[in-house]
Nanobody
């Protein structure tokens, strides 16, 4: 298990940008693939984007072209979010996991950070 901590959640106006970060005090082992999930009020948790150790990215169709996942160093995962819309309002969770047969499976979760875009 990896102890993950997210930061960067905020209230931002439509059309604005936000950058989420995820770190671990003990470091994030390089063997882990990583990803971001979100859960909006009254909805199921969904995968936003995941990044393999080899650099492969999978992302939800709704965020393609607007959100970018990156791993800046051994201890920081980021999610750059541009052109924000009210429908992205949710709690965003950082995860460490692994890809199995092309599908990302989270193994450890952070506590979440709130992103709010008012309508």
């Amino acid at each position: 298990q990896v102890q993950l901590v997210e930061s960067g959640g905020d209230l931002v106006q439509p059309g604005g940008s936000l950058r989420l970060s995820c770190t671990s005090s003990g470091g994030i082992p390089s063997i882990y693939d990583m990803g971001w999930y979100r859960q909006a009020p009254g909805k199921e948790r969904e995968l936003v984007a995941a990044l393999s150790t080899g650099g492969t990215v999978v992302s939800a169709d709704s965020v393609k072209g607007r959100f970018t996942i990156s791993r800046n160093n051994a201890n920081t995962l980021s999610l750059q979010m541009n052109s924000l819309k009210p429908e992205v309002t949710a709690v965003y969770y950082c995860t460490a996991g692994a890809f199995y047969a092309g599908n990302y499976e989270p193994l450890s979760w952070g506590q979440g950070t709130q992103v709010t875009v008012p309508s």
